[in-house]
């Protein structure tokens, strides 16, 4: 199947730095990639869709300003985590589906970025 | 907006039993997918189901998607060790994005 590679794989930092995670589609260009967010035991929830070479689309209650997605090619998507505070600290994942929108497009993930910050 | 139920969120069972997730969507679903979640792992794909009614098998797993393509279950045969995970059934409809279900915890006792 389609590799999909999320760098780094975790991070620590203090409060109030920025992080930046990347998220690559290594055998297939992506079109779609999109940015989840995982608490400890809890179900993936959808941040943001990042569509190349536009603006990514938030979901309702993700602040656009503090969580960067940068789309800029057909392979790569990168979150930026800006003024990072401890509330923040999740298990971050991001996926890509390959293809023209499509109804029926199965999810590539990446393996996860755990990001903790002090 | 779209919500996909999954129950149960936690099943402990013995090496050997069987095992059943199940999910339901409050709307009618163009596919549904199964995906598997390894502790400290990431989400992997295992199936995906479009037609109504459709079954599929994969060695000990059948998975089953409802006529009215609104729910659909995931069945381990014989559960071993190996099994260990959380399953995510993730709804899709139309265009619209994929809604992933909470997820059942499976833990299996040797």
């Known amino acids: 199947g389609a590799v999909v590679s999320q760098h780094p794989s975790w991070v620590i930092c203090k409060s109030g730095t920025s992080v930046k995670i990347e998220c690559r589609s290594l055998d297939f260009q992506a079109t779609t990639m999109f940015w989840y967010r995982q608490f400890p035991k809890q179900s993936l929830m959808l941040m943001a869709t990042?569509?190349?070479?536009?603006?990514?689309?938030?979901e309702q209650g993700v602040e656009k300003d503090k969580f960067l997605i940068n789309h800029a090619s057909l392979t790569l998507s990168t979150l930026t985590v800006t003024s990072a505070h401890p509330e923040d600290s999740s298990f971050y994942i991001c996926?890509?589906?390959?293809?023209?929108?499509?109804?029926?497009?199965?999810?590539?993930f990446g393996s996860g970025t755990q990001l903790s910050v002090l | 907006g779209q919500q996909v139920m999954q129950i149960p969120q936690y099943q402990h069972v013995q090496e050997g039993e069987d095992f059943t997730t199940y999910c339901n969507s409050s709307t009618t679903l163009s596919n549904i997918q199964w995906y598997k979640q390894r502790p400290g792992g990431h989400p992997v794909f295992l199936i995906q189901l479009v037609k109504s009614g459709e079954v599929k098998k994969q060695k000990r797993l059948t998975f089953q998607f409802g006529e009215a393509k609104k729910n659909s279950s995931l069945h381990i045969t014989a559960t071993q060790t190996t099994d260990v995970g959380t399953y995510f059934c993730?709804?899709?409809?139309?265009?619209?994005?994929?809604?992933f279900g909470i997820g059942t915890k499976l833990q299996v006792i040797p």
């Open positions: 996926s890509a589906r390959g293809g023209q929108l499509s109804t029926n497009e199965k999810l590539f």
């Open positions: 993730a709804g899709q409809r139309g265009y619209q994005k994929v809604t």
């Open positions: 990042s569509n190349e070479g536009s603006k990514a689309t938030y």
